[in-house]
């Protein structure tokens, strides 16, 4: 009787201490893939880039098996660290947002050839390791076409790199919509403040009445501008409407919380990730936020609707 008793109670215990597949949420962990995302300096909470990205993990955690972790690039953090970080935790697949992170994640993809690697703003390539850029002149298209669209004067304002594709994208987009709107430019670095406060006063007192920059700090003062003296302004990277609601009609987005769940859906269903270093309107990889002046919202809508499918079927 004792034999039979203890003879069960052994396989219990030992099933209990060996973790024996009678756990459901052990085996469900070893089944579920581990990704790991590099954010950049900005940090989470910065309503655009980061927080974007946390979105298409998040909605992949809830979709599909995954779990997934992040790092913080600070002073003391650098990528090469972060992305080691990562790799001694178990990722299956890591993520990084921005081309200062090329070199690390290059080297890193070849110190840990198991893992996969998603280099987003840069064009790496390797057998596990896939760069990707957005197409910012197509949306910078878009930008133009919601720009002549809208602007009382016929006057529209750029502001960023001479060599932008965003100013590519504009200037052909605003020539396609009208063709008696002058676009002045100012070049400045994207990430200068002071310079973009004073293009955009610079352009405001030229009567421009509709302002578009690169994403950057410049561009962000220039929405501030803009909101000071009244007139209307494109975002870029996010929707920056939060940044001046009244004055914000569209915001030229980089979807890359689309592109990160496409991709992972992807992994997960043991499908190949795109060939092409560059996504765009096909991908639903980029595109105008909604319009948010309620009085220029259909006029727009219908603008920027034909515009896009003109230029999805030219691809």
């Known amino acids: 009787m004792y034999k039979r008793i203890l003879i069960p109670i052994c396989v219990l215990i030992l099933c209990y201490l060996s973790g024996c597949a009678a756990n459901p949420a052990a085996a469900k962990l070893d089944e579920e893939k581990r990704i790991g995302i590099v954010l950049t300096e900005a940090g989470l909470g910065d309503q655009e880039w980061n927080d974007l990205a946390i979105e298409g993990l998040t909605k992949a955690r809830d979709r599909l098996d995954i779990i997934y972790t992040y790092k913080e690039i600070t002073p003391e953090l650098t990528y090469e660290k972060a992305l080691q970080e990562l790799a001694d935790e178990g990722m299956d697949t890591i993520i990084t947002l921005e081309a200062a992170a090329e070199d690390a994640v290059a080297n890193q993809a070849k110190a840990n050839p198991a893992i996969t690697y998603i280099a987003f703003e840069t064009k790496l390539k390797a057998d596990n390791l896939f760069g990707y850029v957005f197409d910012t002149e197509q949306v910078g298209y878009l930008a133009g076409v919601a720009a002549a669209t809208v602007t009382p004067s016929g006057k529209a304002g750029f502001i960023g790199e001479s060599s932008s594709a965003y100013l590519e994208g504009f200037k052909q987009g605003i020539a396609a919509t009208s063709k008696d709107t002058e676009l002045l430019v100012r070049e400045t670095s994207p990430e200068d403040k002071a310079a973009g406060s004073k293009a955009a006063k610079e352009m405001i007192a030229e009567e421009a009445d509709i302002l578009f920059a ?102």
Do not use: C, W
Request: no cysteine.
């Open 214 to 315: 690169e994403p950057g700090d410049a561009g962000k003062a220039m929405l501030q501008q803009a909101a000071l003296a009244n007139i209307y302004a494109v975002g870029a990277g996010g929707d920056q409407s939060y940044l001046a609601p009244d004055n914000v009609v569209t915001s030229a987005q980089l979807q890359i919380d689309h592109i990160v769940f496409d991709f992972l859906e992807r992994i997960s269903k043991g499908e190949e990730l795109p060939e092409d270093n560059m996504v765009g309107l096909k991908e639903q990889a980029v595109g105008l936020s909604p319009i948010a002046v309620v009085s220029i919202t259909d006029t727009v809508e219908g603008k920027v609707h034909t515009a896009t499918q003109k230029l999805l079927e030219s691809e």
